[in-house]
């Protein structure tokens, strides 16, 4: 219950809001890596902090195309690509 209460907060308000979001990094680097919590614990700060930038950034990255082709999906346009090799067979 109190996560699904912080994760409906827009800020952090309190240090058990900070604990929560400790766990929900460690949780963030666990699930983009494929390891487990203890592992993700276990790591050095270095590291974790390296992990999570790289979990966080692929997440947005992931998150815009997601959201791009959502709208491109939504307006009705539909991309078409043109096969042209049948030019490379002709005879001059």
């Known amino acids: 219950m109190r996560v699904q209460t912080f994760l409906s907060k827009n800020s952090i ?3 058990e809001d900070i604990e929560l979001q400790s766990q929900m990094f460690a949780y963030l680097v666990a699930k983009h890596y494929g390891i487990s919590l203890t592992e993700v614990l ?6 974790f902090n390296q ?6 950034a692929i997440d947005s990255k992931n998150r815009k195309e997601q959201e791009r082709a959502s709208a491109q999906s939504n307006s009705g346009n539909e991309t078409v690509t043109l096969d042209y090799t049948f030019l490379e067979l002709e005879d001059f």
């Open 13 to 15: 308000e309190t240090a």
């Open 42 to 47: 276990q790591m050095s700060p270095e590291i």
């Open 51 to 56: 992990s999570l930038s790289w979990a966080l």
